[in-house]
Structure formats: C-alpha cells, structure tokens
C-alpha cells in the first residue's frame, strides 16, 4: 500500500529508530513500510496518525488491485 510515512517521518524531524521506538516496533519494520513492502495493522496504522497528527488516509493511499 502506497503511504506517505518517510515524507512524514522526515517533516517531524524523526529518524527511523526515534518513530520505530514511539511504535515500540522494529526499524526494519519502520524501513519496511517506508518502501511499502508492508501493510500495517489497523492499530499501528492508528499510532501513526496520532504520532503525525492526522488521519489514516493523509498517511496511506488505498488503490484497489
């Protein structure tokens, strides 16, 4: 899934490891979603927008297959 979380990441002046450690996930994880290898579930995707302060679909852009 297409998302804008290093865009993000990079305008909150946070490093991988300082998003990966608000999430209490990985940095692999964190490089992983960045280069949208990975979906995340419903409750990361949740912490996020409360991290960046907005909503689910200003981070993540659905495209139907």
Avoid: H, W
């Amino acid at each position: 899934m297409k998302n804008n979380i290093k865009r993000l990441r990079v305008n909150y002046g946070l490093t991988q490891d300082e998003l990966a450690e608000q999430l209490a996930v990985s940095r692999q994880t964190i490089i992983s979603l960045e280069k949208e290898r990975y979906n995340p579930s419903i409750k990361l995707a949740f912490k996020l927008s409360r991290i960046f302060s907005c909503t689910i679909e200003d981070i993540f852009i659905y495209e139907e297959d």
